[in-house]
């Protein structure tokens, strides 16, 4: 009797040789070139912010009018000293790109932390409750979607004033529209599915079901919008910075280097071509690392 029980504990052969759903999620993830590119690049990208006082050859803030729109390694004139040359005051522009992806993570997650949050309470709320919960938030979305986000954002800055932190809450509160309208949508699908219904009528509480139910089927859609949002803040912050209502200089951002060499874009190219291509580069990798986690987590692959 108990030789038998022991043996029918035992794997069988096709519990050994079918590979478990995490060495198939790695097999996905290793296989996704949009997500090798994007996810490298982007930890690249993390170190360099990260390491920043380390990594940077210069002090981004000093400046030395004597050495002003050096050129870069690549010129004929180009020294080592300063790599990526120097900006209009003579900054080392190098060390002005690592500190300014330092800045641009830094609004990008935190104003997609404060959207997702607003959000995704929203967008679950009007999936879960629906009727005239559904009502009245699709009229607060809708009012939001009405509004243009740049415009806006322009003009509370420039009533509050310009700061890092004014920018980062501005975006944030701006920019929740796309988690409620994807999370609306996606909770209304869940909603309907036989483990809810359990769950009620098992007697678990709205908050029970919705944190335990209807989040961890949703996580993949929230994962997705949330890196678009990263990238869509980063861009905005870059624009606002642009057109002089964003971060303010001396401070290192990309957007605003953008707008310091503009006057020299004929003359001295590389002054809006270097941060332009690292705030490309950002976006873009962004973007496919979001791809990617989609296309990898996605329900359809997880067989």
Known sequence: MSNATSASKLPTAQQILEPSPMSLLRKRAFGHAG????????????????FAPLLAPHDPYDFDLTKKFIDPIWSAKGTWEHPLGTDGQGRDYLSRIIYGARLSLLIGFAAMFISGIIGTALGVAAGYFGGRVDMVITFIITTRLAMPVILVALAVVALVGSSMWIVIWVLGLLIWDRFAVVMRATTQQVRNMDYVAAAQALGCSTTRIILTEIMPNIVNALIVVATLEVAHAVLLEAALSF?????????????????????????????????????????????????????????????
């Open 35 to 50: 997500l090798i590119i994007g996810g490298s690049v982007l930890l690249i990208i993390f170190i360099m912010a990260i």
């Open 243 to 303: 057109l002089g209502l964003g971060v303010q200089p001396p401070t290192p951002s990309w957007g605003l280097m953008i707008s310091e060499g503009k006057g020299m874009m004929f003359f001295k190219a590389w002054v809006i071509a270097i941060p332009g291509a690292a705030l490309f580069a950002m976006v873009l990798c962004i973007n496919l690392m979001g791809d990617g986690i989609r296309d990898v987590t996605a329900p359809e692959n997880r067989n």
